[in-house]
């Protein structure tokens, strides 16, 4: 899987794995922090979290046209990492609850800025490594392996961000109860229902707890809650640091990439190797990179819920503990280890494996098989788990089931049957649309979130985790097919001299998509909820649909 690309791959590899480790860490709790810490409804954190992820991608575009006409790409990426940093350092200020909202406001536009400058130029600098004609005809798997490290790093971050969190609220004596925050943000605004089935809650926590005491025990867990959060932000800090390291130390691997089209021009060395295309090819490009933004706005307006929507079916409508073998799944060390056995079996049974290989593929076999059952020893008859913990699934998919998509593209390239990138998007949209369909199973006969009123659904109303894990397991196969694809499509077929700019109008697609996130929480508000997941199930086949009837036109120009 590795073989056949150039050492530069690897560097952008890093650097990518540890600034999403840190995003993906904010992010598995930004939406329920901002809720908790301000006691905001769902409408207006939907607003809130849709606005930050649309400006994350919008600003990519500003980033790719900088790099594209002064910067280059390796001055705008250090200069992204250095003003991220900036602002995850000022996330991590603690305040107390309800105050600090201008701190997060501007901490989120800081972070988003810095994003900007970054993500788009990483993947310009990549797709430029694959415009060497040595390289170019694995172009699409070099981006599944670069979207792979995306999501080593993103695996981790669900189990970083509630390690820290779980850590800091036990030093206030506490633990994590999703039911507590939207009662006790109730309970302080004079908007509590039940007082006694708080205080048998809140007593959980603290024994002494009595119905005089309610208002004082809220602000106190909240404030807690809050700064347990603010200190998993700044996991995030340490993560850039190590993926600047990385990108500093490392530059001769991608030196010759860094280049723009503008700076080739200027270069006696490079000069010769500027491609120029007429206005009409130009065009015919910038059109279809156009048709194919269009598609993947509804995508990540669908797929993007997992931070959102999803994240508030976890907290409020699924069941918060599961079984000893459930647990396997929730506890990324006891997932990993299965996994790495798996891959140690693999090459232990490969008829083209070395006998030294197949050694060692036993003893990492027996290994990990051995670390996996004392994981799974350890654990208790039933276990609980904190509604962030889904989001490592959906990374744990992609780095698990990456060398098995590239395996079978491989084999059907050879065949001459592989897909096109937009036929590939395509079949990633109507997988989309199937993934949704089984929330639509799992939500019939659900109580809306408006009659629970922010708070959580009762015992008998909720779901198996099976839903949203087998949910996240077909949405991870349709990112496969559609991102990593659309990306390698986007650095093919983009106008050399908007390389940067249209990696940024990948991004700028992708923020609509984002920005319409509110729509979601909007729809959470007041709809039945397999009504909700039915829009986005419709919006996933129109868009298929779309591309479909323009395919042709997509693959004349990936061809020309």
Not at 158 to 166: C, F, M, Q
Not at 427 to 432: A, E, N, R, S, V
Request: hydrophobic fraction near 50%; charge should be positive; proline fraction near 4%.
């Amino acid at each position: 899987m590795f073989k056949g690309h150039p050492k530069g791959l690897f560097v952008a590899f890093f650097t990518n794995m540890g600034e999403r480790f840190g995003f993906y860490t904010m992010i598995a709790i930004l939406a329920l922090f901002i809720q908790a810490k301000f006691g905001f409804d769902s409408t207006r954190v939907s607003l809130i979290y849709g606005i930050f992820m649309a400006m994350l991608y919008f600003l990519p575009l500003v980033g790719g046209l900088l790099a594209d006409k002064w910067l280059g790409y390796g001055k705008t990426i250090s200069i992204g990492i250095i003003v991220m940093f900036m602002g995850y350092l000022l996330l991590s200020i603690p305040s107390v609850h309800g105050e600090g909202l201008g701190l997060v406001i501007c901490a989120l536009g800081v972070i988003a800025l810095g994003t900007g400058l970054f993500k788009g130029n990483l993947q310009a600098l990549v797709g430029n490594l694959y415009d060497d004609p040595k390289y170019s005809g694995v172009r699409d798997r070099a981006f599944n392996i670069f979207y792979m490290g995306i999501n080593i790093g993103a695996m981790f971050a669900p189990t970083a961000a509630e390690k820290v969190s779980n850590w800091i609220l036990k030093t206030y004596h506490y633990t994590y109860d999703a039911k507590i925050p939207a009662l006790a943000n109730n309970c302080l605004g004079g908007k509590l229902a039940d007082p006694s089935a708080f205080l048998t809650i809140a007593q959980h926590q603290d024994p002494s707890v009595t119905i005089g005491t309610l208002q004082q025990f809220s602000t106190q867990y909240l404030d807690a809650l809050g700064k347990s959060y603010h200190w998993a932000f700044s996991v995030a800090c340490i993560s850039l640091i190590i993926s600047m390291c990385i990108f500093w130390i490392f530059r001769k691997h991608y030196k010759q990439a860094d280049l723009t089209e503008k700076q080739k021009l200027k270069s006696q060395e490079y000069k010769a190797q500027v491609i120029e295309l007429n206005p009409k090819q130009i065009r015919e490009r910038l059109i279809a990179l156009f048709l194919v933004f269009f598609v993947v706005i509804f995508f990540w307006m669908s797929f993007q819920q997992n931070g959102l929507c999803m994240t508030f079916f976890a907290r409020d409508y699924t069941q918060p503990t599961v079984g000893k073998f459930t647990n396997l799944f929730f506890d990324l060390f006891g997932l990993l280890p299965i996994f790495i056995s798996v891959i140690g079996f693999v090459y232990l049974v490969k008829k083209r494996s070395s006998a030294t290989t197949r050694v060692i593929g036993g003893i990492i076999f027996a290994g990990f098989a051995v670390l996996a059952i004392l994981r799974f020893m350890g654990y208790q008859d039933i276990n609980p788990f904190t509604p962030q913990k889904f989001q490592h699934f959906n990374p744990f998919f992609i780095v698990a089931l990456t060398p098995l998509i590239i395996g079978i593209f491989g084999w059907l390239n050879k065949r001459g049957k592989e897909p096109s990138a937009p036929r590939k998007i395509g079949y990633g949209m109507l997988i989309t649309a199937v993934a949704f369909g089984i929330l639509i199973i799992a939500s019939i006969g659900m109580p809306s979130p408006k009659s629970l009123g922010g708070t959580v659904a009762p015992s008998n109303f909720l779901v198996s985790p099976y839903y949203l894990v087998i949910t996240y397991f077909i949405l991870t196969i349709a990112e496969l097919f559609l991102s990593p694809m659309g990306i390698s499509f986007v650095s093919k077929v983009a106008p050399p001299k908007y390389k940067g700019t249209m990696q940024g109008g990948w991004f700028a697609a992708t923020g609509i998509g984002n920005f319409l996130l509110f729509v979601g929480g909007w729809m959470w508000g007041f709809m039945p909820l397999w009504g909700l997941w039915l829009v986005l199930v419709i919006c996933c086949l129109m868009s298929a649909l779309f591309i479909f009837s323009v395919m042709k036109r997509l693959e004349r120009v990936t061809t020309s």
